[in-house]
């Protein structure tokens, strides 16, 4: 073997390795992404703690979501469902719980939205052991992984994360909690809300996502938070697009 063709063979040995590795990167890094920016209720939760059982303000109910409502508003829906299902069965709430799910359900179950059977059952699930007398906090772990997994179907990402953003922090503010009102999470949820594009949030409610995110962005913990007013922006959100 001639040294020049030595050398060819070394030089694309290196470059298939150099390309190997860009892909490897590449896959590591679109992973990573995808797993940062999942949001869920168990994680928006999670400051708080065993205190997110004492979050005031009760499940947000709004109208029940029958005939042709905007798309925008089962996706925002669902992710304030799954933060109220969250909170009634870790504060032992029975009653609050069958009331969500039967919510939960009922998004689930039009057939336009191209949810997954597994997933109606998932839920229908928990729903029966209740019905049978199972103490809510043993589904906990059931809720959390199905949310987990995802719900797939025909959810707009950005409503069904500012949903459960939303009502967590509605929920906190009632309580005068600080944690989900200033955490990283609400930072991100509420920048991509507001950016412009296509995913914008709705001009009407803007001005109240601007309020909370001036308040996400303080640097004293939380200590000069006006509770009621940021109340206030999460019920006019949430009037907004659940009445």
């Known amino acids: 073997m001639t040294e020049a063709?030595?050398?060819?063979?070394?030089?694309?040995?290196?470059i298939l390795a150099v390309g190997l590795l860009w892909a490897v990167g590449l896959l590591v890094y679109h992973q990573r992404s995808a797993a940062t920016s999942e949001l869920t209720a168990v994680a928006l939760l999670e400051p708080l703690g065993r205190r997110a059982a004492t979050l005031g303000g009760g499940p947000w109910t709004g109208?029940?979501?029958?005939?042709e409502p905007r798309q925008a508003e089962w996706s925002f829906k669902l992710g304030v469902s799954l933060v109220d299902l969250r909170l009634a069965l870790?504060?032992?709430d029975a009653a609050a719980a069958a009331g969500t799910l039967r919510?939960?359900?009922?998004?689930?179950?039009?057939?336009?939205?191209?949810?997954?059977?597994?997933?109606?059952?998932a839920y229908q699930s928990i729903l029966d052991s209740l019905r049978r007398g199972a103490a809510p906090r043993s589904q906990l772990g059931r809720a959390d992984e199905r949310e987990a997994q995802g719900l797939g179907g025909s959810v707009e990402p950005l409503l069904f994360d500012l949903g459960r953003w939303v009502e967590a922090a509605r929920r906190s503010a009632a309580a005068q909690r600080p944690e989900v009102l200033t955490s990283r999470a609400a930072r991100h949820v509420l920048d991509r809300a507001l950016a412009p594009g296509k995913d914008q949030v709705d001009p009407a409610v803007q001005a109240a996502v601007r309020g909370l995110r001036v308040s996400a962005g303080g640097d004293d913990g939380g200590a000069r938070l006006d509770y009621p007013r940021l109340e206030g922006f999460c019920r006019e959100i949430l009037e907004h697009f659940v009445p």
């Open 5 to 14: 063709l030595r050398g060819r063979r070394t030089l694309a040995w290196g």
């Open 63 to 67: 109208r029940p979501l029958h005939g």
């Open 90 to 92: 870790e504060g032992g």
């Open 103 to 121: 919510q939960i359900l009922a998004v689930l179950d039009r057939g336009d939205l191209s949810f997954a059977p597994a997933v109606r059952q």
